[in-house]
C-alpha cells in the first residue's frame, strides 16, 4: 500500500528549472531549410530510382544528387512526415558485418516513413554459416519482405544475391568495394555547408579544395564519395588524397576519375596539405573478410592541428585516435551532423522505392 502520507511537492526551484535531460545544440539547424530553399524542385529527375537497387555510385547523376539533397532537407525540416509511404512494407535489413550507424539510420528512416523491420545482425545465424548459397538465400528473402538491405564482407554477395532476389536490394557496404549510400549522405553534408556547390557555373573564388586522408584503393566509403564528387568538377579546386599507401588507387580508378572531370593530386604530407584544404575528410579503418585494416594511423587531428578557421571536417565513422575528441566542439565539426544527415538522406531514398514525393 502507498503512504500517502509523504509529501513530495518541496522541489528546489533550481531544479525545477533543469531540463531532465541536457539539450546538445545542433550548430547547423538552419542549414537543412536554406538547402531546401535554395535547390529547385525537380522530382521527375528520381523517376528513374523508383522500385530499383541501388549498388554504386555510378547509378547516379547529378540532377537525381541535388534532387536527393533537397528531399533529405525536407526530412530534416519535418522528421515525421505526415505521409508514410513505407506503411505495410517490410525491410529485411541483413548486416552480415558489423554496423552502428548504417544499420540503425536505415532502421530509423524506414519507421519514420512507416515500415516494419526483419533484422539479421550476424551471418552466423543464418543458412550462410552452413554454406548455404547466397542466390538461394536470395530466394527465400524474396518472399518475406519488400526490399533489403545488405552489408556485406564479401564484396561479390550482392552481386550474386541479385541473380535471384525478385525484390530490390541497397548496398550498405560490400567489402572494399563501395558505400553508395554513406556517400551520399557526406554530399549531403558538403552542399548544407556550402549549398552552392551544386552550381556549374562557379567563380574561382567559390570552388573549394578537398582533402581526403585515406586510401581509395582499400575504402569503400573513400571509393563511392569520389565517384560523387567526380559529378561536380567544377566545384573543386582540387582533391588533394592524402596517403603514404604503395598502392593509392585500384586499376583504373584514378583515370575513370579524371575522365569524369576530376582534378587530384596525392600528398603524403599532411601537415604540409592541411593549411589549404576547405574539406578534410578523414577515415583509417577498411573492413577486410571478418577483421580490418588500418590505414594512414600516423595521420591525426586535433584542435592543434593548422587547419583554415573555416574548413570542415568529415568522417564515416567509427573514429579512432585518428581524429580527437577535442574537435568535437569546435566549428570544424561536421562529422555528427554528417551521421546525423544519413538517416535523412536515406529516408529520401527509400522514399523513391515507392516513388511518392
Known amino acids: 500500500m502507498v503512504d500517502k502520507s509523504i509529501e513530495v511537492d518541496e522541489v528546489d526551484p533550481e531544479l525545477q528549472t533543469q531540463p531532465l535531460v541536457p539539450e546538445v545544440p545542433n550548430p547547423h539547424t538552419d542549414s537543412a531549410e536554406e538547402l531546401l530553399d535554395y535547390i529547385k524542385e525537380k522530382p521527375g529527375s528520381l523517376l528513374e530510382l523508383a522500385n530499383q537497387s541501388i549498388v554504386s555510385a555510378r547509378q547516379f547523376n547529378r540532377d537525381m544528387l541535388v534532387q536527393l539533397c533537397r528531399l533529405a532537407a525536407k526530412y530534416e525540416k ?81 552481386y550474386e544475391m541479385m541473380e535471384s532476389l525478385r525484390i530490390p536490394i541497397i548496398n550498405a557496404g560490400n567489402g572494399v568495394d563501395e558505400h553508395p549510400t554513406q556517400a551520399l549522405a557526406d554530399m549531403y553534408a558538403i552542399f548544407k555547408w556550402r549549398k552552392n556547390l551544386i552550381e556549374y557555373d562557379l567563380k574561382s573564388t567559390e570552388k573549394v579544395r578537398v582533402g581526403i586522408i585515406g586510401v581509395p584503393d582499400r575504402m569503400r566509403t573513400v571509393r563511392s564519395l569520389l565517384l560523387f564528387l567526380s559529378l561536380f568538377p567544377e566545384s573543386w579546386e582540387e582533391v588533394v588524397i592524402i596517403s603514404n599507401a604503395k598502392k593509392v588507387f585500384s586499376e583504373g580508378q584514378r583515370e575513370e576519375l579524371e575522365e569524369r572531370g576530376l582534378k587530384i593530386r596525392v600528398s603524403a604530407d599532411m601537415d604540409k596539405e592541411l593549411p589549404e584544404l576547405d574539406i578534410i575528410y578523414i577515415n583509417a579503418i577498411a573492413w577486410v573478410g571478418d577483421s580490418y585494416e588500418e590505414h594512414g594511423m600516423e595521420y591525426k587531428l586535433d584542435k592543434n592541428s593548422k587547419m583554415k578557421e573555416s574548413a570542415i571536417i568529415l568522417h564515416p565513422l567509427a573514429r579512432g585516435d585518428e581524429l580527437s575528441t577535442d574537435l568535437d566542439k569546435t566549428e570544424h565539426n561536421w562529422y555528427f551532423d554528417q551521421a546525423r544527415g544519413a538517416v535523412f538522406m536515406r529516408m529520401a531514398l527509400l522514399t523513391c522505392y515507392v516513388w511518392l514525393f
Open 78 to 158: 519535418n522528421p515525421i512526415p505526415v505521409q508514410r509511404p513505407l506503411t505495410g512494407k517490410i525491410l529485411i535489413s541483413a548486416f552480415y558485418e558489423p554496423s552502428t550507424r548504417t544499420r540503425l539510420s536505415f532502421e530509423s528512416a524506414w519507421h519514420r516513413l512507416g515500415g516494419d523491420i526483419m533484422s539479421i545482425t550476424d551471418a552466423a545465424t543464418t543458412g550462410i554459416a552452413k554454406g548455404e548459397s547466397y542466390q538461394d538465400v536470395a530466394e527465400m528473402l524474396s518472399g518475406y519482405g519488400d526490399l533489403v538491405v545488405l552489408r556485406d564482407t564479401n564484396e561479390r554477395a550482392i
